[in-house]
């Protein structure tokens, strides 16, 4: 009964290649979000879907591309992966109307290296 | 400037010590403040948030915003070592639509020893 769910969990992979992590939340949330975590803690928001529309798109290369395919999916695929692409990846999602905006809900992250 | 700013640490503190927790900002349009707990290897829990200077407290947290200051903290009192996780203040102005968006400090790493 996990809230939000991310696949893989662990991904390596060499440079110059694609690939893609999933989301998934249960939650019935409206708004999704990917955020991305530094070596350092950091952690930026990189997109924000609302029912389905892309409303956040912070200034992120065009290789990262998303995709969410309903309201309760959100996927991220990359391509030609960089060096500078291994970081920590974090789903999340919330309810913009009648629900708890401000709260929200992490997945467990997808910990991409890039070799 | 960044917008956010949080000292990273490292805050080691005994068992039972009070904790005090800060983030400065710039950005007047923030709103909402809001407080994330993060364990090691897992995602952001919310812990906390408010909207308005001033205190509010759940249990052994209190957060404290001083919107004239730009400055917000954290309070853990009796702190236990179950505390011990990397804490990241987080600030929301609205952003396009009905959705805000979250600017997160760096967050401080907090070890609590028994």
């Known amino acids: 009964d996990t809230a939000v769910s991310q696949t893989p969990k662990y991904l390596v992979t060499q440079m110059g290649n694609d690939k893609s992590i999933k989301c998934e939340q249960n939650l019935g949330h409206d708004t999704m979000y990917w955020y991305k975590q530094d070596s350092k803690k950091f952690l930026k928001i990189m997109f924000s879907?609302?029912?389905?529309?892309?409303?956040i798109n912070e200034t992120v290369p065009n290789r990262f591309s998303p995709k969410s395919p309903d309201k309760a999916h959100l996927n991220l695929h990359i391509n030609s992966l960089e060096l500078g692409d291994s970081a920590v990846y974090f789903c999340?999602?919330?309810?913009?109307?009648?629900?708890?905006?401000?709260?929200?809900?992490f997945g467990p992250g997808t910990r991409l290296t890039v070799t | 400037q960044k917008e956010v700013e949080q000292d990273p640490g490292p805050l080691s503190v005994p068992e039972g010590a009070i904790v005090s927790l800060n983030c400065t900002y710039s950005n007047s349009a923030f709103q909402y403040f809001m407080w994330y707990r993060q364990y090691s290897r897992k995602g952001p829990e919310l812990l906390m948030y408010t909207y308005s200077s001033g205190n509010k407290e759940d249990g052994r947290f209190t957060a404290q915003v001083d919107k004239s200051s730009k400055y917000i903290s954290l309070f853990i009192r009796d702190s236990q070592p179950s505390d011990s996780a990397t804490y990241l203040c987080?600030?929301?102005?609205?952003?396009?639509?009905?959705?805000?968006?979250?600017?997160f400090g760096k967050g401080t790493l907090l070890t609590v020893n028994p």
């Open positions: 879907y609302n029912n389905k529309e892309l409303i």
């Open positions: 999340a999602s919330s309810q913009s109307i009648g629900g708890s905006w401000v709260e929200q809900y």
């Open positions: 987080a600030m929301s102005a609205r952003s396009g639509g009905s959705n805000y968006k979250l600017t």
